[in-house]
C-alpha cells in the first residue's frame, strides 16, 4: 500500500486551476454559484465544451482517437474537482458520459464519424429517453416501440423524466423492437433527432420551481434505420454498459466537498445572538459528521480510482459510491438550509434575472432551499436508494 | 380521559372535511399561487359561517370560546388538505394577544370573527434567529400622546392578507405589543410566497401613527410567549394533518404502482418504509396531544413551554421521515409540482421551521 499522491500531480493541478481561471468566464460562474437548481443549464453545458475543446479537454476521459487527453485516472480526478470548484457547469453527461461511450464501443464507423466530433464540440445537447411512465426501476419491460419498415423504424410510446428534454437536439432512446421475446433481449438503442415529427415535448414542473424534466410523447416517428447503434436486441447490454460506465461518477464527491464547504462558510456567515452557528455545538456536529462522511466517499473513491483488487463483485462498489454519495448531497444541502432556519422558507423566483432585489437577505438565501428540495431526487434518479441497496445485497452477498 | 372527538368537534370535523377536500383541490391551490396576498377569500369567508374564525375568541367576547382541541381539530383538517393559509396568525396568535391585551380589542375579534378583519404578528428584525425574547430594534414612541412606530421588520408571516398588525417593538426599553391597521402611512411592504405558498413580507414602519399600545414589559413578553406556544401548537396539529395524508397517499400509491410486475406495495423495503412513516406519525399525534393537554389545562407558562417544545422537536424529526419518504416512495412523480406529496413536504418543511426549529427549542429547554 502506498497512500502517497504522485507528487508530479501538484503541477498538473496548477496548470489545470490557471486554465480554468482564465477560461471559465464570469458571468457562467456566478451564474452557477446562484443556481437554484440540481445541475446548471443545459445550454451552459455547451457553452463550457465548446469553450473546453479549445484545449481538447471537452471529453478528457474519451480514448484519445476520439479526442480524449489520455489523462491518468488520477488526473481526470484532479481535472473534474478543479472545475467543480471552481463552479464550472457540467458538461453534457448524456453525450460525454452515456451516449459517446456507447458510440465509441458499438458504433459503426459511419456513426462514429458523425456523432463523435458533433458531442466532442458541444454543437447540440443529448437527452436520455429511457424511462417511461410505466416503467422506472422496472426498466426492462419498457413498453416504447420501434416497427422496422423498409430503411426507417417507426417508433410510438412516452417517455418521462427525459433531462433537458425541451433543449436536446437529440436524444438517445431505448425502444422494443422485438415484442415476442423476452423483455431485456427486444429492446435496441435508437437515436431520435428531437425534432422529427410526430415528436411532442412536455416540460413538467418541480418542487423547487425548476422545468428540467420533460415527458416526451412518440406519435408515429419515422427514424432512419441507420440511427440504430450496435445490433437490434442489444440495447438493454448497452444500456447497462453505459450506467457501468462511469462507476464512481455517481458519488458526486466533487459536488459535496464544494457543498461541505460552502455549508461551512453559511455556518461562519449566520448568526446567533452575535454568535456564528459554526460554534454552536448542534450545528457544529451536524457539519462535522458530514465532513468526516464526505472525506470517507473521496477515499471510497480513490480505492477505486486505483483499481484495489475488490473482493466484491465490482458492481457493488459503484452502487456503494451512489448511495453514501446521494444520501451526502441530501444532508448536506439540507444543513444549509437548516442553517438559515425560517429565513430558509422565503420563495425566491427560481430564474435569478426574476429574482427581486432583497437586500436584506443574504444572497445564499436564494439558492439553498430550491437546491436541497430537488436533492430528493438523488436517491432516485440513476437507480432508486432500494434497487441500489438490492443489487448491494444480491451482488456482494448472494442475498 | 377521552381521546375521542366531542360532539362539537365531530361537528368541525364533519364540515371541515367536506369543505376542504372540494375546494382546495391541488390544482386550486396552484392557481392561487397567481393572487395578490395568496388568500382565497370566498373560502375565508366559508371559514367565517362556518364559525372557525371565533373559535379562539372567548363566548364573552361573541366567539365559541373553543379548547386548543377544538383548534387541533380544524388544523389538522387543514393539514390534511395541505391548505396554506393565515389561519394560525388569525384564529390563534392574535385572538390570544387581542383578548389578552390590557384593553380587550372587541371590536376587532368582531371583525375577526366575521371574516373581514385578519391580523398578523410582525415579530422578526434582520439578524433575528427566533429571536423571541430579545429586545426589538424598532422603536414604539409616545408623541404628543399617540404611539409611533419606526424599524425595520422581517419575515411577517401572513402580513400580505392581513388588515391589522401586531408588531413588536421597544417604547422605553420595554417591549411592547402595537396594535396598527396595515395601511397606515409610513408601513411599506414587501410581499413575498413561503415554500408552501403561504405569504410574508418584510415590513418597514418610518414614523407610523395611529397604533395602540396592548401589552408592555413583563406582561407583554406574557402574552407574546403564550401566543406563540398556542401558535405553535395549532401549526404543529397542521403538520399532523398533513403527515397523515401522506400516509393515505403513499398507502394508495403503493398498492396501486406496478413494478417487476407486482404492486411496489409487495417489496418489504417499502413496507418497512411505510411501517416507519406509520410509527412516525402516531408519535407525533401523541405528543401533540401532550401540547395541547397542557394548554387545555392552562399550565403554568413554563411548564406549557416545555411540552410545546418537546413536542416542536419530536415533530422536526417525525415530519422528516414522513414527508421525505413519501416523496421516495413515490420516484420521479414525488419530486413534480404536479403530485400531492412534494406540496406537503414543502407544507411540513414552512410549519417546522416557523416560531423555532430543533436549535431553538433545544435551547429554551435548557434555560427553563
Ligand atoms: C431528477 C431526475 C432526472 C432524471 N433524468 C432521467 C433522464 O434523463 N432520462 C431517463 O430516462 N430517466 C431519468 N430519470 C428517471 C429515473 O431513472 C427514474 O425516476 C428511476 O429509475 C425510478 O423510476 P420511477 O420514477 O418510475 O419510480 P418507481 O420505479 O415507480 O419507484 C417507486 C418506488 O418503488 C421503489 N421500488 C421499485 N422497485 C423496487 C424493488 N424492486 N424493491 C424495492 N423498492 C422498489 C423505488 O425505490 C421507489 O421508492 C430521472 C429522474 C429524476 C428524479
Not at chain 1, 419498457?142 to 433531462?163: C, F, H, M, P
Not at chain 2, 410581499?191 to 413583563?218: K, S, W
Request: aromatic content about 8%; charged content about 25%; hydrophobic content about 40%.
Amino acid at each position: 500500500m502506498d497512500f502517497i499522491p504522485d507528487p508530479s500531480l501538484d503541477a498538473f493541478r496548477h496548470e489545470i486551476r490557471e486554465a480554468i481561471n482564465a477560461d471559465l468566464p464570469t458571468d457562467l460562474k456566478e451564474k452557477q454559484i446562484a443556481y437554484a437548481g440540481s445541475q446548471n443549464e443545459p445550454e451552459d453545458s455547451l457553452t463550457w465544451m465548446r469553450i473546453l475543446d479549445k484545449r481538447g479537454w471537452a471529453v478528457p476521459h474519451w480514448p484519445v482517437e476520439h479526442g480524449g487527453t489520455g489523462w491518468s485516472p488520477m488526473q481526470l480526478y484532479i481535472f473534474n474537482e478543479e472545475c467543480t470548484n471552481a463552479f464550472a457547469p457540467d458538461i453534457c453527461w448524456g453525450s460525454s458520459h452515456m451516449c459517446g461511450p456507447v458510440i465509441y464501443t458499438f458504433g459503426s464507423d459511419a456513426q462514429k464519424e458523425r456523432f463523435l466530433p458533433e458531442m466532442r464540440r458541444g454543437d447540440y445537447y443529448l437527452a436520455q429517453g429511457f424511462s417511461e411512465p410505466g416503467n422506472g426501476s422496472d426498466l426492462a419491460r419498457l413498453r416504447t416501440s420501434a416497427r422496422r419498415e423498409g430503411d426507417r423504424y417507426i417508433v410510438n410510446g412516452q417517455k418521462i423524466w427525459t433531462s433537458s428534454g425541451y433543449f436536446a437536439e437529440w436524444g438517445f432512446f431505448l425502444v422494443r423492437t422485438d415484442p415476442t421475446v423476452k423483455p431485456q433481449a427486444g429492446i435496441s438503442f435508437l437515436m431520435i433527432k428531437m425534432d422529427t415529427p410526430g415528436i411532442t415535448v412536455r416540460r413538467i414542473p418541480q418542487l423547487n420551481g425548476e422545468s428540467d424534466l420533460c415527458e416526451v410523447f412518440l406519435d408515429n416517428v419515422e427514424v432512419p434505420a441507420g440511427n440504430l447503434i450496435g445490433e437490434e436486441g442489444k440495447g438493454w447490454s448497452y444500456a447497462k454498459f453505459l450506467l457501468d460506465h462511469e462507476r464512481t461518477t455517481s458519488s458526486f464527491i466533487f459536488f459535496n466537498k464544494r457543498e461541505v464547504a460552502r455549508a461551512r462558510a453559511i455556518a461562519e456567515a449566520e448568526t446567533q445572538d452575535g454568535v456564528p452557528l459554526i460554534r454552536n455545538p448542534v450545528f457544529r456536529d451536524r457539519l462535522t459528521r458530514l465532513e468526516a462522511e464526505a472525506t470517507a466517499l473521496e477515499w471510497s473513491v480513490l480505492r477505486e480510482l486505483s483499481k484495489e483488487e475488490f473482493k466484491y463483485h465490482p458492481t457493488a462498489a459503484a452502487s456503494t459510491l451512489k448511495v453514501a454519495g446521494s444520501r451526502l448531497q441530501q444532508a448536506i444541502c439540507e444543513l444549509e438550509m437548516d442553517l438559515l432556519g425560517a429565513r430558509s422558507l422565503r420563495k425566491f423566483a427560481y430564474d435569478a434575472h426574476d429574482r427581486d432585489a432583497a437586500p436584506l437577505w443574504p444572497d445564499y438565501s436564494e439558492t439553498v432551499t430550491p437546491r436541497a428540495l430537488v436533492m430528493r431526487a438523488s436517491t432516485i434518479y440513476g437507480g432508486t436508494l432500494q434497487i441500489q441497496k438490492g443489487i448491494i445485497s444480491k451482488l456482494a452477498f448472494d442475498l | 380521559m377521552d381521546f375521542n372527538p366531542s360532539d362539537l368537534q365531530r361537528m368541525l370535523l364533519d364540515s371541515a372535511e367536506r369543505f376542504l377536500a372540494d375546494r382546495f383541490t391541488l390544482e386550486h391551490r396552484r392557481g392561487l399561487r397567481a393572487t395578490a396576498d395568496g388568500l382565497d377569500t370566498e373560502a375565508w369567508s366559508t371559514f367565517a359561517e362556518l364559525g372557525w374564525l371565533s373559535l379562539r375568541v372567548p363566548e364573552a367576547l361573541g366567539g365559541l370560546g373553543g379548547t386548543m382541541a377544538d383548534v387541533a381539530t380544524l388544523a389538522t383538517a387543514l393539514g390534511y388538505n395541505c391548505v396554506a393559509s393565515p389561519f394560525t396568525s388569525s384564529v390563534v396568535i392574535a385572538p390570544t394577544i387581542l383578548t389578552g391585551a390590557d384593553q380587550p380589542q372587541e371590536a376587532l375579534l368582531e371583525a375577526i370573527v366575521g371574516g373581514t378583519a385578519r391580523v398578523a404578528l410582525v415579530h422578526d428584525e434582520p439578524g433575528d434567529r427566533y429571536a423571541y425574547d430579545k429586545p426589538r430594534g424598532t422603536t414604539a414612541a409616545l408623541r404628543d400622546g399617540a404611539i409611533v412606530l419606526s424599524g425595520q421588520k422581517l419575515l411577517a408571516v401572513d402580513a400580505p392578507s392581513a388588515s391589522h398588525l401586531i408588531v413588536t417593538a421597544t417604547i422605553d426599553g420595554d417591549l411592547a405589543l402595537v396594535l396598527v391597521p396595515s395601511d397606515g402611512a409610513g408601513i411599506e411592504k414587501s410581499p413575498y410566497p413561503l415554500y408552501n405558498d403561504q405569504r410574508a413580507a418584510d415590513i418597514r414602519f418610518d414614523d407610523v401613527a395611529g397604533g395602540t399600545l396592548l401589552a408592555r414589559g413583563a406582561a407583554a413578553q406574557a402574552l407574546l410567549t403564550q401566543a406563540l406556544d398556542l401558535g405553535r401548537i395549532a401549526d404543529a396539529a397542521q403538520m399532523v394533518g398533513s403527515m397523515e395524508a401522506d400516509l393515505a397517499i403513499c398507502s394508495a400509491y403503493l398498492k396501486e404502482r406496478q413494478q417487476f410486475g407486482q404492486p411496489i406495495g409487495k417489496f418489504q423495503a417499502l413496507q418497512h418504509i411505510m411501517a416507519d412513516m406509520f410509527v412516525a406519525t402516531h408519535q407525533a399525534r401523541s405528543i401533540l396531544y401532550a401540547a395541547i393537554a397542557s394548554a387545555d389545562a392552562d399550565a403554568a407558562p413554563p411548564a406549557l413551554a416545555r411540552m410545546v417544545s418537546l413536542m416542536r422537536i419530536n415533530l422536526a424529526e417525525a415530519y422528516q421521515v414522513v414527508a421525505r419518504q413519501a416523496i421516495q416512495l413515490h420516484g420521479g412523480y414525488g419530486i413534480t409540482d404536479e403530485y400531492e406529496v412534494s406540496h406537503h413536504y414543502r407544507h411540513q418543511l414552512v410549519l417546522e421551521k416557523l416560531y423555532g426549529d430543533v436549535d431553538h427549542h433545544q435551547r429554551r429547554l435548557a434555560a427553563l
